[in-house]
């Protein structure tokens, strides 16, 4: 990656944080820890302390709720393709101490497809979510399904409005491994306690999947050589590869 895409990226990130009290080395290895490890903006406080780092919780929370969204779309514009016989399914997630729904797909060797957190569970939130994931990865040949009488209009509006030939079945079988995926983002998202209002969480959840798909390896290298580490792809990024541990 040569030296101008590396800079300006980076002046993205420092544009969206405006004012950087910290070094951004600082600000994005205590985000990854947030969205890689189950643990709190507050155990990422006393973590930096103990690293001579004094840093507020609440500043933590700022800069994921920034940078989160900035690192997830460059992730998406260098993921790797996905297969496409689809596993599609929602979980849950609390907002504002109310239940919402995350709509997540796997392909059938567990790679994200992709995911979408709405506020509702309907035939509106499932074509969005389907939209979506079609935009990023082309018309599957097949998708499977839950019972769920939404997802099923939706693909069948989606077949109506393309007349692509996708074969939708419904198997609580065939979907157990987008179901076992589930507590990969669960395990993260359980020590947050919920979350304080939509904004946050959406940003916060596109950081914890993103993560996740680094995590499982979707990243495609910016280059031949030895593969990178988790961090390593996590801070490969924003190409700016001073990034190490504090």
């Given at each position: 990656?040569d030296?101008?895409?590396?800079?300006?990226?980076?002046?993205?990130?420092?544009?969206?944080?405006?004012?950087?009290?910290?070094?951004?080395?600082?600000?994005?290895?205590?985000?990854?820890?947030?969205?890689?490890?189950?643990?709190?903006?507050r155990?990422?406080?006393e973590i930096?302390?103990?690293?001579?780092?004094?840093v507020?919780?609440?500043?933590v929370?700022?800069?994921?709720?920034?940078?989160l969204?900035?690192l997830?779309?460059?992730?998406?514009?260098?993921?790797?393709?996905?297969?496409?016989s689809?596993?599609?399914?929602?979980?849950?997630i609390k907002?504002?101490?109310?239940?919402k729904?995350?709509?997540?797909?796997?392909?059938?060797?567990?790679?994200t497809i992709?995911f979408?957190?709405?506020?509702?569970?309907?035939?509106?939130?499932?074509?969005?979510f389907?939209?979506?994931a079609?935009?990023?990865?082309?018309l599957?040949?097949?998708?499977?399904?839950?019972?769920?009488?939404a997802?099923?209009a939706?693909?069948?509006?989606?077949?109506?409005d393309?007349?692509?030939?996708?074969?939708?079945?419904q198997?609580?079988?065939?979907?157990?491994?987008?179901?076992?995926?589930?507590?990969?983002?669960k395990r993260?998202?359980?020590?947050?306690m919920?979350?304080?209002n939509?904004?946050?969480?959406?940003?916060?959840?596109?950081?914890?999947?993103?993560?996740?798909m680094?995590?499982?390896?979707?990243m495609?290298?910016?280059?031949?050589?030895?593969?990178?580490?988790?961090?390593?792809?996590?801070?490969?990024?924003e190409?700016?590869?001073?990034?190490?541990?504090?």
């Amino acid at each position: 990656m040569d030296d101008f895409r590396k800079s300006l990226i980076k002046s993205t990130l420092c544009k969206v944080l405006k004012r950087l009290h910290y070094p951004l080395e600082v600000m994005m290895l205590c985000v990854r820890w947030y969205v890689a490890y189950p643990l709190s903006f507050r155990h990422i406080e006393e973590i930096m302390q103990e690293r001579g780092v004094v840093v507020d919780h609440a500043t933590v929370h700022r800069w994921a709720v920034k940078m989160l969204p900035v690192l997830a779309k460059i992730f998406r514009s260098r993921k790797r393709s996905v297969g496409r016989s689809w596993r599609m399914d929602e979980t849950y997630i609390k907002v504002k101490g109310q239940w919402k729904y995350l709509y997540r797909a796997v392909d059938r060797e567990g790679q994200t497809i992709d995911f979408l957190l709405t506020a509702k569970r309907d035939l509106a939130a499932a074509r969005r979510f389907f939209e979506r994931a079609i935009g990023q990865h082309d018309l599957p040949d097949s998708i499977t399904i839950d019972k769920s009488g939404a997802n099923t209009a939706a693909i069948l509006s989606i077949i109506a409005d393309t007349g692509a030939d996708i074969q939708m079945r419904q198997s609580k079988y065939l979907n157990n491994i987008v179901e076992q995926d589930h507590r990969a983002i669960k395990r993260i998202t359980r020590p947050m306690m919920g979350f304080k209002n939509f904004h946050c969480a959406q940003a916060i959840i596109a950081g914890i999947e993103t993560m996740h798909m680094i995590q499982k390896r979707q990243m495609i290298p910016a280059s031949k050589g030895q593969p990178l580490s988790k961090a390593e792809q996590f801070y490969k990024r924003e190409q700016d590869t001073s990034l190490h541990s504090v």
